[in-house]
C-alpha cells in the first residue's frame, strides 16, 4: 500500500479493523524506536544502566512481531496477539507495564472486529485498569498516571460524541503530555533530578506514533525486525548425543472457547519444557516430543493450527555446537536442550539467578544455581527469558532470583506463562542481596521455609556499588558533574569523586564495613586484578580481622559492587 493510499484510508477514521491497528502498532513501534535513547537518558539516576526506553521499545517490538503474524482483519485478533507477544516479551518495570497495558486492551476489545471510538476508548481505559491492577503499590508520577489521563482524555473526548478516532486520540495525546509534565510536582525524585517520567514519555511516544499512523504518515523502516531482540543469554553450547524428546513443535491453536488450561493437561505426558498460554480465541503451545505429529493432531481438537514450526533439536544442536567455537553464538533452541534429563520425575528444587558478568554466574553456580541468565544492567532479561530458564530445570519448585528491581516484576509474570512448575521469586535487588539468599536456601527445607529464610537473609547484607556518572545533575549537597565517579547504596547516590580507589572507600564507609564481618566484592571488567587488589589490601589494613571476599565479577558499567555483612 503507498504513501497516498494510506493516507486516504486513515485520514477521517470513524473505525479500527485489524490491518489499521496493526498499522498503528508499527507506526508507535517506529516512534520508539526513535526516541529510546532520549527516553533512556531521564533515568532518575545520572548512572550509565538508564533503559526505561529500551525496556519499553523491546517489550513493545515483541508485540509488533506477534500481531504481524496475525492473518485475520480482526481488531481483537490484531490486539490479542499484541498482547501475548508483549507478555513473553516483557522487560523491565516500564516493559511489564506496558504489557499490561496492551493485555486490558486486547481484553476491552473482545468481540469486536471493527472498533469504533468510543470502544477504542473503553479498550484503553480496560488497559489502564489493568496495568493499575497488575502493580502491588502504584506510584502516581509515573507511567501508571501518564497512561490513566491520556485514556481520560480519549474517553471524554469519545464521550462528548466525537467519532473521529484520530481526534480523540489526539485528545488524549494533549491531556498525557500536559499530565508528563506535572510528573515532577508527583515524585519529589523526578523533581531533583530534573526530568519527567521516562515510562510516562515512554507511553505517550507510542500513541504519538498511533496518532501519525491515522494522520497517515508511513514508517521510514519496518518494524519488527528481530535484530535488536537479543539477550545475553548463557554461553557455553554443549553438544549432546541423545535427547528423550527431541523435536521442538510451537504453533498456535485458533478456534472459540478454547481453554489452555484444559489443552495443557492433554500434553503433560507427551513432552518436555511444555508452555500453553492464550485467550479463548487464540491459544499457544510450545513443547519439546517425541511425535510432532501427534501434538498436531492433538491441537487439531480444538481448532486450527497455524504458524507452525517444527525443529530437529539434535540436528541444530550439533550445527550450533560447531559453530560456537570460536564464535559469540546464541541459540535459545539449542540453550534448551541443557534442561533435558535422563530422569522422568522431577527433583524437588531448582534456582534461575539473573547475573551482570560471567564471573558472577560463575559464583552463583558454585552456589547451586542451575541456570543463570545474563542480564540485569541496559539488558533487562524478558519473561520469556526467565520462563525458559525456568522450563529448562526438571524440579518442582524454581526460584527466580532478579537480582534488580527492574527486573522483578518480569519474573513475578513467569507463573502465569509456565506450567508444571511452583515458580516463587525472591525479590533480591542486587548480587550480594543474592548471594545471601542463596546462603540461606536449604534442600532439606520445605518450600513455605525456604521462601521465609531466603527473603529475611535480604535484610542481613547492605549493598553498594560504584560506576560513573552520564550526565551533569544535582542530589541534595551532591553536585555530580558528567564523568564524575559515583557511589551507591541500595540504589541511593551516597558519594561521588573523580578517583574509583577513593568513591569506594567512602562508599563502604558509609556502609559502616568496619562494624562488620565480611566484605565482598565483585570488580568489573574494566577493572583489573592489581586495582581490586588496592581495596582489598585498604580493607585488611584497617580491619586485619575483616573476612574480604573478592571475585572478578566482569560485570559492565560498574567498577565494584559490593556487600557488607
Known sequence: MDTDSKAVTFQGTQTLDGIKFKYMLSCGAEQLEKYKKEIDALNVFPVPDGDTGTNMNLTYRAACQSAEKVTTNSIHDVAAAASMGSLMGARGNSGVILSQILRGIAKGLEGISQANALQLAHALQTGVETAYKA????????ILTVSRETAKGVFNKAKSGETDILKILKAGLERGEATLLKTPDMLPVLKQAGVVDAGGKGFLTIISGWVAALEG????????RSDDLETP?????VEVESLEFPYFTEFLVKGNGLEPEKIREGLIDRGDCLLVVGTEEVVKIHIHTQNPGLILDYGLKFGSLHEVQIHNMLAQNEAAAHQAKGEDFQSTLVEQQEAQEEQAELKEYGIVA???GEGIGEVFNSLGVEQVVFGGQTMNPSTSDLAEAVLKIKAKNVFILPNN??????????KDVVNGRQVHVIPTKSIPQAISALLAFNSDNLPEENIKNMTEALNHVVSGAVTYAVRDSQ???LAIAEGDIIGLIEDKIAATGREIFEVAQKVLEKMNWREKDIVTVFYGKDMDEEEANQLTEWLESEKPDIEVEMYAGQQPLYYYILGVE
Do not use: R
Not at 217 to 224: H, L, R
Not at 233 to 237: D, L
Open 135 to 142: 502493580v502491588m503499590k502504584p506510584i502516581e508520577g509515573t
Open 217 to 224: 504518515k508511513v514508517p521510514e523502516a519496518q518494524i519488527g
Open 233 to 237: 543469554a548463557a554461553t557455553g553450547i
Open 354 to 356: 539473573v547475573a551482570m
Open 405 to 414: 528491581g527492574n527486573v522483578i516484576m518480569a519474573a513475578s509474570q513467569v
Open 475 to 477: 542530589f541534595g549537597d
